[in-house]
């Protein structure tokens, strides 16, 4: 079908053509959906933008993440104090230090710590000290910590808050997402029907051109036998101009339409597209009437919602002073040998135990209110974009509804009119040639026909766009998790 107008557009055109032979393609409105949401440009940036909200979440949880410490050294002690006994004098001390830990958060405001540590020490002193310290000694030690927030994050209500809001906020951007993948269907298919009413514009130029020029020969004929009236043939070469020029807009336009859409749907430049579309207009679909609280972009807003009320909780569990219980339990052990050292450790006789409150506050910015405040506010905001989201999505369905059933209405209308008028320019063009009709009033009739034509396309589009329109207000263009290129 495009092929045929190939030869009509420009001589650039042409000499590409001859270079390499384009490829085929069929289009229709399903098979346009399905190639942007495969392998569309725009698809592939919705997705991947959403990836990378992926990280907030795990952020959030990462502050529970267990860890683990180990630090080893040695260490060379040959230092002087200011109070020191002639056992220490000219004492060198060479130390391996080695300490590991384990230490996890829990969102029960809980903090859970093991700690393992080993020092090895040689000593070395002179002669001329008294009571030196034994030559070689090891220091085992192991211990338990817990702690516990008991006001402020009292037992965990700030972390519990904190993640759930991370959670809550990426699970309502995940359902935001379909919506605006249905907005990239929504325009491959405009720049579909886009494309297709600009191929029959020029089709029907072309058509209009043809139709012009056969009038000029007639009109010459007239004339030369002295039939037409004093204008007519200058008239109707005019017109026959304005159609000339028409061609070549409408080829513009039709080049331009083309090409945007091969680049939404991603496809090799140059792509010849044959477009199918229904002989008949479709009838306007009954459909069953859906809850508004069921549409993705009301549930989307109202985990938006929920998670700022969790952080609002969360807010207010820290506006408080911190007051934490803490424990520490440790066993000891050490001897010259360090197998004894470890066997004093493990038998626990020589424990210590620590058990305390500690308390934290913070003041001069009043910071915390502050916060509180601010979470106050955002949770308002989100509940008044939730009430005027169920409002708008009942009037935009109900909107949707009725601009379905004028462009349905449009469209049939729009085909009759295009019979009429090409019946009056038929009949307009014989009572012409009868010289029974001013020329004016069949250019008139001509352009009135040419126009009904490319309106009866466009109302075509317009049909199919406001039933993909609605059909998108009850997310039933595309489903919740569509199977796109990633």
């Not at 008239?235 to 061609?247: L, Y």
């Not at 336009?253 to 680049?263: A, I, W």
């Not at 069953?288 to 207010?316: G, P």
């Amino acid at each position: 079908m495009v092929k045929t107008f190939l030869a009509l557009l420009s001589t650039t055109a042409m000499q590409g053509a001859y270079a390499q032979a384009p490829k085929e393609i069929t289009l229709s409105q399903k098979n346009v959906a399905e190639l942007v949401l495969k392998q569309g440009s725009k698809t592939k940036e919705v997705n991947l933008r959403y990836q990378t909200l992926r990280l907030t979440p795990v952020q959030a949880l990462s502050a529970y993440d267990w860890n683990l410490t180990v630090e080893t050294g040695f260490e060379y002690d040959k230092s002087v104090g200011l109070l020191q006994s002639s056992t220490a004098a000219n004492t060198k001390y060479e130390r391996y230090k080695t300490t590991a830990s384990l230490q996890k958060n829990f969102t029960s405001g809980t903090l859970l710590g093991v700690e393992l540590s080993r020092l090895s020490q040689k000593a070395d002193t002179d002669g001329f000290a008294t009571n030196p310290p034994p030559a070689q000694q090891t220091l085992d030690s192991a211990g338990l910590i817990l702690e516990q927030a008991l006001l402020g994050n009292f037992f965990g209500v700030a972390d519990r808050g904190n993640v759930n809001a991370a959670e809550l906020t990426y699970e309502s951007q995940t359902v935001a997402r379909a919506n605006e993948l249905e907005d990239v269907v929504l325009d491959a298919i405009r720049q579909f029907w886009n494309a297709y009413v600009a191929q029959e514009s020029f089709k029907e130029a072309v058509n209009s051109r043809d139709r012009y020029k056969k009038l000029v020969d007639a009109v010459k004929r007239k004339t030369s036998l002295g039939y037409s009236n004093p204008g007519d043939l200058p008239q109707v070469q005019a017109e026959f101009e304005t159609r000339e020029q028409r061609v070549k807009t409408t080829s513009r336009d039709y080049l331009s339409s083309v090409e945007n859409l091969l680049t939404l749907l991603n496809l090799e430049p140059g792509t010849d597209i044959k477009f199918e579309i229904p002989n008949e207009i479709p009838p306007v679909p009954k459909l069953i009437e859906k809850k508004i609280e069921e549409l993705r972009m009301i549930r989307a807003q109202k985990l938006k919602v929920e998670a700022a009320k969790e952080s609002l909780a969360a807010a207010e569990s820290l506006s408080y002073p911190e007051l934490d219980f803490v424990g520490r339990v440790y066993t000891t052990g050490v001897d010259e040998d360090a197998g004894n050292s470890y066997s004093e450790v493990v038998s626990g006789t020589q424990p210590k135990y620590y058990m305390g409150l500690r308390f934290r506050y913070y003041f001069g910015s009043d910071l915390q209110n502050e916060t509180v405040i601010n979470r106050k506010m955002t949770k308002d905001l989100e509940e008044t974009r939730l009430h005027r989201a169920l409002l708008e999505a009942k009037d935009l369905e109900f909107q949707s509804e009725r601009k379905v059933h004028a462009a349905y209405a449009i469209a049939t209308s729009s085909k009759k009119q295009r019979e009429f008028r090409e019946r009056a320019s038929q009949e307009l063009n014989r009572s012409y040639n009868q010289g029974r009709t001013d020329i004016q009033i069949l250019i008139t009739a001509m352009n009135n026909y040419f126009d009904s034509e490319v309106q009866y396309y466009r109302s075509l589009g317009d049909y199919a766009i406001a039933l993909n329109e609605w059909a998108a207000t009850r997310d039933e263009l595309i489903p919740d998790e569509p199977a796109t290129g990633k």
